[in-house]
């Protein structure tokens, strides 16, 4: 469908009439069109799958553009670049390529983890096109610890949707074993790699340690299963873990979360809580949840609240933390209680 946001009135030479307008998205296929098969292969390869799924369908639908289109393409192609510069073109590729010659592998490795920006690992690359029954089908035949591993490095939403397809009895130590992994070694990753890129794993392969996994990494998993199901893997690491069961289960509910009350249930929590524990937990809030949280109370509360924030004291980020996780409480057992209800992420556990 024409993104109309995006559309040129270019006009055809000699006739002067309009020609159909093109969209951001058909300009980008003409020109995908134009390069070789070679040239157009190494730009898919730096895309996201949605962003090729995308552009193979506009370039579908260009396929009888005339010429005087295919120069109005390249105009906007000519005009979008004339400011750029190819300066960060694969920046990080050239330092490391830099430092390894100048200092060694190894050495390079250790100073460059001090200041590069953490760069995305291949194996979450190659994931973002196996569907998630294909995953489900490894996880089942690997080794447990391989399986979470490659867990953690799906995407919350890719990743429910594979732990959905297990069998019940492995979802919670699978889960269990995502929310404790620390370090990974160079040679699992190396594994894990050759695993999904059905080779096998080479010595200059072997990457450094990587820490993955985490509570925080589980809980955003089970924010995206069912409800019922969230509740059932919830209730299986408790009997397992009590005390990570617990911790993934805050994670689960975070201060930020109350944005998907409604203004009359945030007025609800509101009420309950003691402007001593409001204040500082204001404090470290988004402004957006303010001005609802705000919005949620009566002009003269939120005035006196207001005040009062601006004539406290600098709060120690612990007071912060432990005053939100105070209202989370609150908020909690209003939800267990049906006394309000949430919409959007966390809502089909909490």
């Known amino acids: 469908m024409p993104d109309t946001a995006q559309k040129d009135d270019i006009e055809t030479m000699g006739e002067g009439r309009q020609l159909e307008l093109l969209t951001g998205r058909q300009t980008a296929a003409i020109l995908m069109l134009l390069f070789n098969d070679d040239e157009a292969a190494q730009i898919l390869e730096r ?42 073109y694969k920046t990080d590729e050239k330092v490391s390529r830099v430092f390894r010659r100048a200092l060694g ?3 390079a490795e250790t100073i460059m983890n001090r200041f590069a920006p953490k760069r995305p690992s291949n194996i979450a690359e190659i994931l973002k096109w196996i569907p998630a029954k294909d995953i489900a089908h490894l996880i089942i035949n690997e080794p447990p610890q391989i399986s979470a591993v490659l867990m953690s490095f799906l995407t919350p939403e890719v990743a429910a949707e594979t732990i959905e397809l297990l069998p ?21 990753l190396a594994h894990l790699h050759a695993l999904l890129e059905k080779n096998k794993p080479l010595d200059e392969e072997v990457l450094p340690p990587m820490e993955v996994g985490g509570v925080l990494d589980t809980a955003t998993i089970i924010n995206n299963l069912p409800k019922e199901r969230g509740q059932a893997l919830l209730k299986e690491l408790m009997k397992r873990d009590k005390v990570t069961a617990k911790k993934i289960e805050e994670e689960m509910f975070v201060f930020a979360d109350l944005m998907n009350l409604s203004k009359k249930d945030i ?45 406290a004291p600098p709060q120690p980020m612990d007071a912060v933390v432990a005053a939100q996780k105070a209202i989370i409480s609150v908020a909690k057992v209003m939800l267990d209680n049906g006394e309000i209800n949430m919409v959007g992420v966390g809502a089909d556990y909490v």
């Open 47 to 88: 895309l996201e799958p949605h962003e090729v799924e995308a552009l193979g369908e506009a370039m579908f639908s260009v396929a009888n553009v005339d010429a005087t289109q295919i120069d109005g393409s390249l105009d906007r192609f000519l005009m979008l670049i004339m400011n750029q510069t190819t300066l960060s």
């Open 168 to 188: 019940s009895e492995i979802q919670a130590d699978l889960m269990y074993r995502v929310a404790t992994l620390g370090p990974v070694s160079g040679k699992a």
């Open 267 to 311: 007025g609800s929590v509101v009420r309950k809580i003691d402007a001593t524990i409001l204040v500082p937990a204001l404090r470290g809030a988004p402004k957006e949840l303010k001005t609802k949280i705000f919005g949620a109370m009566s002009k003269r509360a939120a005035e006196t609240i207001q005040d009062d924030m601006e004539d």
């Open 105 to 107: 592998t190894s050495r």
